[in-house]
């Protein structure tokens, strides 16, 4: 095989892409990227793409083990976007 013919894998992929390999909407990805709390994106010739170690690491800093963790997410201007849900009812006084 010769090297004009050997694939090369993609270092960047557009949103459409960079949404199936997340499993996600390309419209919920657009609205990650509009409020700040997506993957690291990048605008090369007015086009958005994203490199796949970004959405490979975004993702991991949402891993967990339960679903009663509570891991505190920051927006893009730092400022925390989750807070933690009270356990039991709360009695209004």
Same mark, same amino acid.
């Given at each position: 095989?010769?090297?004009?013919?050997?694939? $090369?894998?993609?270092?960047?992929?557009?949103?459409? !892409?960079?949404?199936?390999?997340?499993?996600?909407?390309? +419209?919920?990805?657009?609205? &990650?990227?509009?409020? #700040?709390?997506?993957? $690291?994106?990048?605008? /090369?010739? #007015?086009?958005?793409?994203?490199?796949?170690? !970004?959405? !490979?690491?975004?993702?991991?800093?949402?891993?967990?083990?339960?679903?009663?963790?509570?891991?505190?997410?920051? !927006?893009?201007? #730092?400022? /925390?976007?989750?807070?933690?849900?009270? &356990? #039991? +009812?709360?009695?209004?006084?």
């Amino acid at each position: 095989m010769n090297s004009s013919s050997a694939r $090369v894998t993609p270092r960047y992929v557009r949103t459409h !892409d960079a949404a199936a390999y997340l499993g996600l909407s390309g +419209r919920t990805l657009e609205k &990650h990227r509009c409020t #700040g709390t997506g993957p $690291v994106f990048r605008k /090369l010739g #007015g086009r958005v793409v994203y490199a796949i170690e !970004d959405l !490979d690491a975004w993702a991991a800093e949402r891993a967990q083990k339960s679903t009663s963790e509570f891991v505190p997410q920051t !927006d893009y201007r #730092g400022i /925390l976007s989750a807070r933690p849900k009270p &356990h #039991g +009812r709360q009695r209004s006084e």
